[in-house]
Nanobody
Framework: QVQLVESGGGLVQPGGSLRLSCAAS????????MGWYRQAPRKQRELVAY???????NYADSVKGRFTISRDNAKNTVYLQMNSLQPEDTAVYYC??????????????WGQGTQVNVSL
């Protein structure tokens, strides 16, 4: 099947930066889109940003101008550069990929999540 492995979370002070990475592996024929979601305590999971195979991107209003999503198609990896982090960015960040597998099945896959804490 398909596995997504995230890295790069941690603790940072307000105004700081972090870079998340997510590498996809397994029975991958093509990845249509990759993105990042987050879930804060007692809140629903929300979309942060996504990027499609052609390079077009979309961001949540709350992160526009601060976060940048990018993708290395050759490595099946998506990145999220997060700048000017604020306490309200604290959440578990999940990677998502819409993958067409070698068996020609299209499905959504999720990473295990990486914790981002923004605090003094």
């Amino acid at each position: 099947q398909v596995q997504l492995v995230e890295s790069g979370g941690g603790l940072v002070q307000p105004g700081g930066s972090l870079r998340l990475s997510c590498a996809a592996s397994g029975s991958i024929l093509d990845i249509n889109a990759m993105g990042w979601y987050r879930q804060a305590p007692r809140k629903q999971r929300e979309l942060v940003a996504y990027i499609i195979s052609g390079g077009s991107t979309n961001y949540a209003d709350s992160v526009k101008g601060r976060f940048t999503i990018s993708r290395d198609n050759a490595k099946n990896t998506v990145y999220l550069q997060m700048n000017s982090l604020q306490p309200e960015d604290t959440a578990v960040y999940y990677c998502n990929a819409r993958v067409k597998t070698r068996s020609l099945r299209l499905g959504d896959y999720w990473g295990q999540g990486t914790q981002v804490n923004v605090s003094l």
